[in-house]
């Protein structure tokens, strides 16, 4: 499905995010007005195994995300681990990430690019996990007009990510991963 105009999804997560997210790929419908872009913390030595398991859970194409790579509608997109990913004129941009960064910011460096490149497509999803990644692009988003959401903490296995997004003053909204689902639907309606 190629649609035109369509929203573009950053989901970022860490410890125990990837059940929510699971739970949340489970309730969205087979054909949405939307792509997906997921970023998960990982050792940069730990090979990922997060695309086949999410494709079980999903009918919405699961794809390892690609250097160049056109975003296309209905798709997902995951991040290999220690790569970066950013968005460009709607093409996927992979860097290595530097191997003496101390703390993981790569949800912060999706959400960041999406919202100068995106502004009022970009929708930004924070789930559980442990620090204060994509709370910085949480900002980025909702001040270029795009739709910011976040878990609830207290459904959130490590709530320190979720929490920092909330923190912000900038999250739209705050909910379990099933609401979250739900919302997005009523956003990224066909």
Same mark, same amino acid.
């Given at each position: 499905? @190629?649609?035109?105009w369509?929203?573009?999804?950053? =989901?970022?997560?860490?410890?125990?995010?990837i059940?929510?997210?699971n739970?949340?790929?489970?309730?969205?419908?087979?054909?949405?007005? &939307?792509?997906?872009?997921?970023?998960?913390?990982?050792?940069?030595?730990?090979?990922?195994?997060?695309? @086949?398991?999410?494709?079980?859970n999903?009918?919405?194409?699961?794809?390892?995300?690609?250097?160049?790579?056109?975003?296309?509608?209905?798709n997902?997109?995951?991040?290999?681990?220690?790569?970066v990913?950013?968005?460009?004129?709607?093409?996927?941009?992979?860097t290595?990430?530097?191997?003496?960064?101390?703390?993981?910011?790569?949800?912060d460096?999706?959400?960041?690019?999406?919202?100068?490149?995106?502004? *009022?497509?970009?929708?930004?999803?924070?789930?559980?996990?442990?620090?204060?990644?994509?709370? $910085?692009?949480? *900002?980025?988003?909702?001040?270029?007009?795009? =739709? *910011?959401? &976040?878990?609830?903490?207290?459904?959130a296995?490590y709530?320190?990510m979720?929490?920092?997004?909330?923190l912000?003053?900038?999250?739209i $909204?705050?909910?379990?991963? @099933?609401e979250?689902?739900?919302?997005? =639907?009523?956003?990224?309606k066909?």
């Amino acid at each position: 499905m @190629k649609l035109d105009w369509f929203y573009i999804v950053g =989901i970022g997560l860490s410890a125990g995010g990837i059940k929510a997210l699971n739970e949340i790929l489970h309730y969205l419908p087979n054909q949405t007005n &939307a792509a997906f872009l997921i970023v998960q913390h990982l050792e940069p030595s730990h090979k990922s195994q997060a695309a @086949k398991q999410l494709q079980k859970n999903t009918k919405i194409k699961v794809n390892v995300a690609q250097p160049g790579q056109a975003i296309e509608c209905n798709n997902l997109y995951m991040l290999s681990e220690g790569q970066v990913m950013t968005v460009i004129n709607e093409k996927i941009i992979l860097t290595n990430r530097s191997q003496s960064q101390k703390v993981n910011t790569a949800v912060d460096t999706l959400f960041s690019s999406m919202a100068l490149s995106l502004g *009022t497509r970009a929708i930004s999803v924070v789930l559980s996990g442990l620090g204060r990644d994509g709370s $910085f692009g949480t *900002t980025n988003i909702y001040d270029n007009g795009g =739709i *910011t959401i &976040a878990q609830m903490p207290f459904t959130a296995e490590y709530s320190s990510m979720p929490s920092a997004a909330l923190l912000t003053g900038k999250t739209i $909204f705050a909910l379990s991963p @099933k609401e979250i689902a739900e919302t997005l =639907i009523e956003i990224i309606k066909v």
